[in-house]
């Protein structure tokens, strides 16, 4: 996986401008928390989908408890008739398992940004990208991944430092471009 981010952003240095490489990694917006996320707004700006990551987006890094605040979230998302798919570069055992506490589609292993693993979220939704919203974590996975497929992305503060050691690796990258 991190040869590939080393392949996307030396082809993102190649990019005309420095705006455009810049515009890969930078959401459409940034909360604090998913409970900052105004999803009845989303609802009236066309928006029915949700691709949702998993570690510390929605659980703590390598867990099978969801965070409080996401549990809440998943369940508003779902009342209001979202259609919500998880995607993750965690094991197929546990993103299936924390899936089907909510009854969604899931798809796991992911190796995030790779675009294949996003289309299929779309297609599982059977939503166009104009439709849905990417929400994670992390802006070299999560938000370039939803950008390169040109969904609305929405980068939220992981819930805890504890993590895997490459993404605290990818996290010192990613304070460059904050």
């Known amino acids: 996986m ?15 401008s420095r705006k455009q490489r810049l515009s890969l990694i930078s959401p459409n917006e940034t909360v604090n928390s998913l409970s900052e ?3 009845k707004a989303l609802y009236l700006a066309k928006k029915r989908g949700i ?40 094991s197929r055992v546990r993103t299936g398992k924390i899936a089907k506490l909510y009854n969604l589609p899931y798809v796991a292993a992911a190796f995030k940004p790779r675009k294949k693993p996003f289309q299929q979220a779309l297609q599982l939704l059977n939503l166009e990208n104009n439709e849905v919203m990417v929400i994670g974590d992390q802006l070299f996975t999560d938000i370039l991944g939803g950008n390169r497929i040109n ?6 503060n992981p819930l805890e430092e504890k993590e895997f050691i490459g993404t605290k690796l990818m996290r010192m990258l990613e304070k460059a471009f904050r």
Do not use: E
């Not at 991190?2 to 005309?16: E, H, N, P, V």
């Not at 890094?61 to 570069?89: G, M």
């Open 51 to 90: 691709i949702l990551d998993l570690d510390n987006t929605i659980t703590p890094w390598n867990q099978y408890k969801v965070n409080h605040k996401a549990h809440n979230f998943i369940h508003n998302a779902l009342q209001l008739k979202y259609k919500i798919c998880l995607l993750s570069n965690a």
């Open 37 to 39: 996320i105004d999803l």
């Open 151 to 156: 969904c609305y992305t929405i980068l939220v």
């Open 2 to 16: 991190y040869k590939f981010i080393g392949r996307l952003i030396q082809a993102m240095a190649l990019t005309s």
